[in-house]
T-cell receptor, first 119, second 118 residues
Framework: AQKITQTQPGMFVQEKEAVTLDCTYD???????LFWYKQPSSGEMIFLIY??????QNATEGRYSLNFQKARKSANLVISASQLGDSAMYFC????????????????FGQGTTLQVKP | DGGITQSPKYLFRKEGQNVTLSCEQN?????MYWYRQDPGQGLRLIYY???????QKGDIAEGYSVSREKKESFPLTVTSAQKNPTAFYLC?????????????????FGAGTRLSVL
């Protein structure tokens, strides 16, 4: 069964520094996608970055980058130059990529990591 | 602006009452999803719909019901059979679960509805 593990319940980072949020996953599928979402205190889930299992390059989106290590089944999110507005909960999620009626398209979420940025 | 609108933002349910949470999207997405989030936890799938007039149970469907009569709308009813309904409910949509880009099928979320029991 698919599973996402985020082992850091809470993290602190100084403003303007970089921070890495850990995510490991478990799947027997060869084709899958990995996502990171940000959830501020308002509750809305904001899509940050995507990494496909066949992508050769690590994904980057502005200050967000994904350190994808397929053999270790890890997909860590790196936030560079942290800002106060980055304080939020961050979720790693995965979806299997195979076709077929058994594919729900659903996302499997980890438990989340709460990030606090200190001024 | 394109997006997903959930209403109401806050909802209170009396014991034995059914309540309906609204989810509307104008992104022209085929697939829509309902998730439940408990405090300090990740999201769990309640129901999903990949096309109009069709929907499937997710991991925690008991005590919930949905309909998908229109592409833009996917309302969720929390029935009296759901004994622990207090949670944050999130609706999401995506272009659809088909094709080679299946894994990259990004889900976009609404702002959520907080449901509490009186």
């Amino acid at each position: 069964a698919q599973k996402i593990t985020q082992t850091q319940p809470g993290m602190f980072v100084q403003e303007k520094e970089a921070v890495t949020l850990d995510c490991t996953y478990d799947t027997s599928d060869q084709s899958y996608g990995l996502f990171w979402y940000k959830q501020p205190s308002s509750g809305e889930m904001i899509f940050l970055i995507y990494q496909g299992s066949y992508d050769e390059q690590n994904a980057t989106e502005g200050r967000y980058s994904l350190n994808f290590q397929k053999a270790r089944k890890s997909a860590n999110l790196v936030i560079s130059a942290s800002q106060l507005g980055d304080s939020a909960m961050y979720f790693c999620a995965m979806r299997e990529g195979r076709h077929g009626s058994s594919n729900t398209g659903k996302l499997i979420f980890g438990q989340g990591t709460t990030l606090q940025v200190k001024p | 602006d394109g997006g997903i609108t959930q209403s109401p933002k806050y909802l209170f349910r009396k014991e034995g009452q059914n309540v309906t949470l609204s989810c509307e999207q104008n992104l022209n997405h085929d697939a829509m999803y309902w998730y439940r989030q408990d405090p300090g936890q990740g999201l769990r799938l309640i129901y999903y719909s990949q096309i109009v007039n069709d929907f499937q149970k997710g991991d925690i469907a008991e005590g919930y019901s949905v309909s998908r009569e229109k592409k833009e709308s996917f309302p969720l009813t929390v029935t009296s059979a759901q004994k622990n309904p207090t949670a944050f409910y999130l609706c999401a949509s995506s272009i659809g679960s088909y094709g080679r880009l299946l894994a990259k099928n990004i889900q976009y979320f609404g702002a959520g509805t907080r449901l509490s029991v009186l």
